[in-house]
């Protein structure tokens, strides 16, 4: 069955880098990707969304790729800011219907 | 908009007894859906609803749990007996497309 696999470790950087998240997928390419923002205390929030036949979506300083050579997903922030911490979540759906499945997420912590 | 609105936000329970959990979705959306989030195991969709009817409860853990959607601002998942397994953060969210899904803010249950 499909699964969603994220960096367990924390990422820190510093404010005004680029952060990079990872996000692989282990079994069929999925329709699409999503990716969630998600702070201490709230649900996930949407962000962006890239299907299988996108390349690159960007959103201000978002950028998301998907390589399904690799069964991959990098998720980009650029001139990363301290407000920018928080864990980010990617999810794909499972087959035909709306069901979502989650990787557990990656905690970015941006230092001032 | 007021968003996913669920309530309670905290519920502090004994083994044994009913926990009843509260989700007004987003005026409009056609879709919702129950999650169960927890450190080892993430992001767990419980069951979902489509035009308030419901389509997958195939992640409901087992009899105790059930979900209802009498109409389409409204949904209760129900927890009977309540055992401490079941402690974790409980969200609601709603869709009208296929992606992009609006989580509420969840509800944290300890179950002791």
């Known amino acids: 069955s499909q699964k969603i696999e994220q960096n367990s470790e924390a990422l820190n950087i510093q404010e005004g880098k680029t952060a990079t998240l990872t996000c692989n997928y282990t079994?069929?390419?999925?329709?699409?990707l999503q990716w969630y923002r998600q702070d201490p205390g709230r649900g996930p929030v949407f962000l962006l969304l890239?299907?299988?036949n996108e390349k690159e979506k960007r959103k201000e300083r978002l950028k998301v790729t998907f390589d399904t050579t690799l069964k991959q997903s990098l998720f980009h922030i650029t001139a990363s800011q301290p407000a920018d911490s928080a864990t980010y979540l990617c999810?794909?759906?499972?087959?035909?219907?709306?069901?979502?499945?989650w990787g557990l997420g990656t905690s970015l912590a941006v230092n001032p | 908009d007021a968003g996913v609105i669920q309530s309670p936000r905290h519920e502090v329970t004994e083994m044994g007894q009913e926990v009843t959990l509260r989700c007004k979705p987003i005026?409009?959306?056609?879709?919702l859906f129950w999650y169960r989030q927890t450190m080892m195991r993430g992001l767990e969709l419980l069951i979902y609803?489509?035009?308030?009817?419901?389509?997958?409860d195939s992640g409901m853990p087992e009899d105790r749990f059930s979900a209802k959607m009498p109409n389409a601002s409204f949904s209760t998942l129900k927890i009977q007996p309540s055992e401490p397994r079941d402690s974790a953060v409980y969200f609601c969210?709603?869709?009208?497309?296929?992606?992009?899904?609006?989580f509420g803010s969840g509800t944290r249950l300890t179950v002791v």
């Open positions: 969210a709603s869709s009208l497309d296929t992606y992009g899904y609006t």
């Open positions: 005026s409009g959306h056609n879709s």
């Open positions: 609803f489509n035009n308030n009817v419901p389509i997958d």
């Open positions: 079994n069929y390419s999925p329709a699409y």
């Open positions: 890239i299907r299988e």
């Open positions: 999810s794909t759906n499972a087959g035909n219907n709306r069901k979502l499945i």
